[in-house]
């Protein structure tokens, strides 16, 4: 097996490239990076879309059809299809496409793909109740030093850390 | 002179081209440093991989630092940008049920859209799972409207909130990142590599 270590960039470098592209979200746009965002728009579309007058009726849902404009026409969704793209340039310069799912020896794929799925669902929860995710709260709300930014990555972070022991047999 | 669009100096229009152009830039880096694999992230809580700390740390940094320079050059409005508000515990609790999230499903939101990219299944699942948890949490908000809304007064500045002042926290925090680039590097090397 090739050192898979040289393949990936610098980590210190690729901080300073992701400090330039937040600094250039905030010097054009006046926001931060996001990720969860966009996902929270796309399903408001979706259940506009497929059940207007519930939609109507819900108190969070409520909020996107009183616009005019669609929600996917949002900051956030652009961004992220952004992510996408760029993800795909780079996964091609650096021969990285391969369908797969990764995991540890220790668990099946099948365990993998249920502890994403759930692992996903609580990510879902967490980022609304907490107003964003590691993207919108934590990172670029420690970039513009709010409070909220700090309290979000030292709570994700810190869980993260309590329960490692507990799933340890997931990732090692 | 910035933010541009916030200000009308590029206009509305550019708003989501410039939004796509910069979410390229992000997935492109994120997939470069190796966010694209679920077992690269996690090593940063198991210490056989600290490249989430090193970014997420430098970036924060550098976009720091980069602001404040920009404003005391007047080359941007600081009152302008966005800072998240502060609801300090359905902040706490969001993030404690992340944290859970992300020691279960390896990615966060952003990673694992750069990991569907390059063909990484786990991480489409984990990124369905989003969207289900997203809806439920839609679905079930009269549950937690009043957490969510729940508002402890706390200062929305990191800076006022600790009562100093915000060249002081900048430096605190690039020593603290400094130090903790050093002794995740002695960690590093303490714990056994996993092969991934």
Known sequence: MENKSTKYMNPYLA?????????AAFFFAGRGLGASGAVKDTIATCVITVAPTHAENSSFFGKYTKKKESPMKAWL????????????????IAGRFKLKIEHSPKISSRTRLIAAVAGGMLFGIGSQLGRGCTSGAALSGMASL????????????????IFAYIFRKLWI | ?????????????????????????????????????????????????????RVF??????????LLFFSYFDWIDLSLIYV????????????????????????????????SAIGKIDAMFFLGGIFIGILLYGESFSLFKDLYYDKVPVDKMVFDALGISQGTFVLILILIALAAFYVTSLIEKKVDKVEY
């Open chain 1, 15 to 23: 901080g300073v490239l992701l400090g330039i592209v937040l600094l």
């Open chain 2, 1 to 53: 002179m910035g933010p541009l669009i916030t200000q009308d100096i590029i206009g509305g229009q550019w708003n989501f081209v410039i939004a796509f152009i910069i979410g390229i830039g992000f997935g492109f880096v994120l997939e470069q440093a190796g966010f694209s694999s679920s077992r690269k992230l996690a090593g940063v809580f198991y210490g056989y991989d600290f490249v989430v700390l």
């Open chain 1, 146 to 161: 709010s409070t909220a930014g700090f309290v979000s990555m030292l709570s994700i972070f810190g869980t993260a850390y």
């Open chain 1, 77 to 92: 969704v652009y961004e992220m299809l952004g992510v996408l793209l760029g993800a795909i340039i780079s996964g091609a």
């Open chain 2, 57 to 66: 740390f430098v970036a924060a940094i550098t976009a720091t630092v980069g």
């Open chain 2, 84 to 115: 998240n508000p502060i609801f300090l515990k359905s902040a706490i609790v969001g993030g404690v049920i992340m944290g859970l999230g992300f020691i279960i499903g390896g990615f966060c939101p952003g990673t694992s859209v750069c990991a």
